[in-house]
């Protein structure tokens, strides 16, 4: 039944590989765990993540100065846009007979609350999304488990 897959060159793909990568880092991330090492939760309180992952040691604003407001701006964007889907869902659903004005409150009532709402899966999703793109490497660890909270790691490209 697997006769194919023996076939099958041993390296992958590079693109399936990166794929295959980047959903492990955003499952990850959908449950709250640490993007790097998958098993420290990185949740604090709902509104607050760890500085630290609890099991390898990363930062999750990878020592970052103004990852922290990436952050807060990814999971802005993105609460905002599944606002959107939902009112855009439930206008087609009720079509031709949307209650207007319920749908009004109701969706300024979700724009309101759904930063809040979304706050620790924006910002996982957000390192999971750096991670994917910058790979943590073990020279980073290093700093990551060394350096002091009120550290900032500089920038490579500055
Ligand atoms: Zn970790």
């Known amino acids: 039944m697997n006769a194919h897959v023996a076939t099958m060159p041993a390296h992958k793909d590079p693109a399936e590989a990166s794929v295959g990568r980047g959903t492990t880092l955003y499952l990850r991330a959908l449950r709250l765990r640490c993007p790097h090492c998958g098993e420290g939760h990185i949740k604090g309180s709902w509104m607050k993540m760890k500085r630290n992952c609890p099991v390898c040691g990363l ?15 990814f999971n ?5 846009f599944l606002v959107v889907l939902a009112v855009v869902g439930a206008t087609i659903a009720l079509w031709p007979d949307v209650p207007w004005n319920v749908l009004t409150w109701v969706s300024l009532g979700l724009a309101m609350i759904a930063p809040f709402l979304f706050y620790p899966f924006g910002h996982a999703i957000w390192l999971a999304s750096d991670i994917l793109i910058r790979p943590v490497s073990g020279e980073e660890m290093e700093w990551h488990r060394t350096h002091g909270p009120d550290e900032h790691r500089k920038h490579r490209d500055r």
């Open 76 to 80: 802005l964007v993105l609460a905002e």
């Open 59 to 73: 930062r999750t604003e990878r020592g970052e100065e103004d990852f922290f407001l990436g952050a807060m701006m």
